[in-house]
């Protein structure tokens, strides 16, 4: 069965660190770009950045600069999100994406949207800062 799988999530205090895996099941992640969304309590799903097959990283929210970093072990099939400095602001349900590969072949998209292909999406992971 092709599907993503998100892990990770959890509950952590703001000032904290978690590590985000996505993991591939029947495809291989090789040969896509994979990006990470978040929705937030009471707000649309936004972009959060992207890595490209080459490693390039696409940031979509200006926010977390500085603070995540994506990074991909295509030899395990899984993209991870390390999540350092972690604010009340960031809580949300962490989505991540294998954007089109027909459209985009391998690299991310300059900025997310409405109009954004996407071959595959995971279920979530929920992500709590809170004190």
């Known amino acids: 069965q092709v599907q993503l799988v998100e892990s990770g999530g959890g509950l952590v205090q703001p000032g904290g660190s978690l590590k985000l895996s996505c993991a591939a099941f029947?495809?291989?992640?090789?040969?896509?770009?994979i990006g990470w969304y978040r929705q937030a309590p009471r707000k649309e799903r936004a972009g959060v950045l992207c890595?490209?097959?080459?490693?390039?990283?696409?940031y979509y929210t200006d926010s977390v600069k500085g603070r995540f970093t994506i990074s991909r072990d295509d030899a395990r099939n899984t993209v991870y999100l390390q999540m350092n400095s972690l604010e009340t602001e960031d809580t949300a349900v962490y989505y991540c994406?294998?954007?089109?590969?027909?459209?985009?072949?391998?690299?991310?998209?300059?900025?997310?949207?409405?109009?954004?292909?996407?071959?595959?999406w995971g279920k979530g992971t929920l992500v709590t800062v809170s004190s």
């Open positions: 890595i490209g097959r080459s490693g390039a990283v696409t």
């Open positions: 994406a294998a954007m089109s590969r027909r459209m985009y072949r391998g690299g991310c998209p300059a900025d997310v949207g409405p109009s954004t292909r996407t071959d595959y």
């Open positions: 029947g495809f291989g992640l090789d040969d896509y770009a």
